[in-house]
């Protein structure tokens, strides 16, 4: 049982490349979220999926994309990649409470950490 | 939407006293509210949670208050030990449309010194 994996690590991109973080859950979890962690801002939700096939928009949503490829599956999409976003993220999963209120506990991935020259 | 403001930013104490973190929320909908560590390098984990039909939980040496009036909630840590130092995030949840997000403060950097 791996919990919550993400990939890559650690990624360098120069500005304007595109990249894919991936993202996969063991748990069965319904729910899947993107947030970026930066000093001082804590953690700002990008995109979060309550359940497959659904998407929305968080707090800081643009600049990505994301798809739900599957029950265990949620990436996010970097298009144009700009030196603003550059941070540490992080893809969490969780069992929502009750039909589509999400108020479950985050397991958390281990973080990636981007940085974008 | 919802905004969740968290201080202090930072907090250093002796090993062995009282920490408290406080937190205040806007969107008086919001009913559940967890607390999440953060040790250095490492990822945010849950560590306590309350819900907006209690007032309070306790979990060893840890404690969570709400007061919904006031919309503020707390995490108290006694006898804090030097595996406290961490990050700790409060959070409250937002319902936008027909699905829902927690919304982090912050954050609080604890460091316990020995």
């Known amino acids: 049982n791996a919990g919550v994996t993400q990939t890559p690590k650690f990624q360098v991109l120069k500005t304007g490349q595109s990249m894919t973080l991936q993202c996969a859950q063991d748990?069965?979890?319904?729910?899947m979220y993107w947030y970026r962690q930066d000093p001082g801002m804590g953690l700002r939700l990008i995109y979060y999926?309550?359940?497959?096939?659904?998407?929305d928009k968080g707090e800081v949503p643009n600049g990505y994309n994301v798809s739900r490829l599957n029950k265990r599956e949620f990436s996010l999409r970097l298009e144009s990649a700009a030196p603003s976003q550059t941070s540490v993220y992080f893809c969490a999963s969780s069992f929502p409470q009750s039909g589509t209120r999400i108020g479950g506990e985050l397991f958390f991935g281990e973080g990636s950490r981007l940085t974008v020259l | 939407g919802e905004n969740v403001e968290q201080h202090p930013s930072t907090l250093s104490v002796q090993e062995g006293d009282s920490a408290v973190i406080k937190c205040t929320y806007s969107?008086?909908?919001?009913?559940?509210f967890p607390w999440y560590k953060q040790e250095l390098g490492k990822r945010p984990q849950l560590i306590i949670d309350i819900r907006s039909n209690v007032g309070e939980k306790k979990d060893q040496r840890i404690a969570v208050t709400l007061n919904k009036t006031a919309k503020h909630f707390s995490l108290h840590i006694t006898e804090t030990q030097p595996e406290d130092s961490a990050v700790y995030f409060c959070?409250?949840?937002?319902?936008?449309?027909?699905?829902?997000?927690?919304?982090f403060g912050k954050g609080t950097k604890l460091s316990v010194k020995p």
């Open positions: 748990m069965n979890h319904n729910s």
């Open positions: 959070a409250a949840n937002h319902y936008g449309g027909s699905q829902g997000n927690l919304i």
């Open positions: 999926s309550a359940s497959e096939g659904t998407t």
């Open positions: 969107d008086s909908a919001s009913n559940y």
